[in-house]
């Protein structure tokens, strides 16, 4: 099992290279992330947008593009689309959001045409790498779904556990998170997490073994949990953290980044190629490990 993404990236190295279709590639920041792929070996990558953009992006980073296919579309919405044909076309394993909103991006990756949906819902997946912890933080989800209901829940971990299966993680520990680690009527975060566990314990989540509720603390601390007096196989030992809505999740994301620094990376899954959307804040190692992960995601 791989606990840490120095190993994920030698892994997808063995498993790459991969080609991804980069959505509005005029972004330094993006370039530089698919150059580094390149050179590493791990992805090589089709630049869609406005050619003399990209040009001028890969000029101020000093990104050679003759490495590159780069297909000149200045309409950001068709470049989309362009992007994700590629992948329609299997000319490409995975989508990159360049320098165009999530939602634009999106849209051309559900729309009918593209055939990339599954039925699943689409949810970020973020895995955190935590000084002082032994394996690797799933945390889900934190970007996309606002207030999931139940059936959107179980989705959501769902695809969480096919990324922790990519990283070779065969029966990922699944979390679900609340303020407290008991079902109380008044707080529906608990009354799913009891639903989820029932689901899980009757073979309707597979891959898994799920928890909850659980406060973060008796999630993630032995120590906490044996203190509450917790006895249950993903107390203190979780892998996935399944956050009850997305400001939880967001909170719990920019707090790994800014308070732990903890390394990171973050992926969209749910279609039928993973889908790597990097935020202007994140580092280039963050980039650079997310795109790793889409090459994991990729072989499954």
Same mark, same amino acid.
């Given at each position: 099992m791989i606990k840490a993404f120095d190993e994920i990236v030698k892994y997808a190295k063995e498993k790459g290279p991969k080609t991804i279709a980069v959505a509005v590639a005029q972004d330094a920041d993006v370039l530089n992330a698919v150059n580094n792929a390149k050179n590493l070996g791990l992805a090589d990558a089709i630049l869609v947008g406005d050619k003399e953009e990209i040009e001028k992006a890969a000029a101020s980073c000093g990104v $050679?593009?003759?490495?590159? &296919?780069? %297909?000149?579309?200045? $309409?950001?919405? @068709?470049?989309?689309?362009?992007?994700?044909?590629? !992948? +329609?076309?299997?000319?490409? $394993? %995975?989508? #990159?959001?360049?320098?165009?909103? &999530?939602? !634009? %991006?999106?849209?051309?990756?559900?729309? @009918?045409?593209?055939?990339?949906? &599954?039925?699943?819902?689409? +949810?970020?997946?973020? !895995?955190?790498?935590?000084?002082?912890? $032994?394996?690797?933080? %799933?945390? &889900?989800?934190?970007? #996309?779904? !606002?207030?999931p209901n139940l059936e959107q829940k179980k989705q959501i971990i769902e695809n969480a556990v096919k990324v922790a299966h990519a990283m070779g993680n065969v029966e990922p520990k699944v979390a679900v998170l609340a303020a407290v680690e008991k079902v109380n009527p008044k707080m529906q975060a608990t009354l799913d997490a009891e639903a989820l566990v029932e689901m899980n314990k009757k073979g309707e989540i597979k891959g898994c073994v799920i928890g909850g509720p659980f406060a973060l603390d008796n999630a993630v601390s032995v120590e906490a949990a044996k203190h509450k007096g917790i006895d249950h196989p993903v107390a203190g030992h979780a892998d996935i953290l399944m956050v009850p809505q997305i400001e939880a999740g967001n909170m719990l994301y920019k707090s790994m980044v800014f308070f732990a620094r903890a390394n990171n990376a973050g992926i969209v899954v749910g279609a039928k190629v993973p889908i790597v959307l990097t935020s202007r804040a994140d580092s280039d190692i963050a980039k650079l490990n997310s795109i790793a992960i889409g090459v994991l995601m990729a072989n499954n």
């Open positions: $050679d593009l003759s490495k590159f &296919t780069v %297909i000149d579309e200045r $309409d950001k919405a @068709e470049a989309c689309r362009k992007a994700v044909g590629l !992948i +329609s076309e299997k000319k490409a $394993d %995975i989508v #990159m959001k360049g320098l165009v909103d &999530t939602a !634009i %991006i999106l849209k051309a990756v559900l729309a @009918e045409e593209a055939g990339l949906r &599954t039925g699943n819902v689409l +949810s970020h997946v973020a !895995i955190f790498e935590v000084n002082g912890y $032994d394996r690797l933080f %799933i945390v &889900t989800d934190a970007a #996309m779904n !606002i207030a």
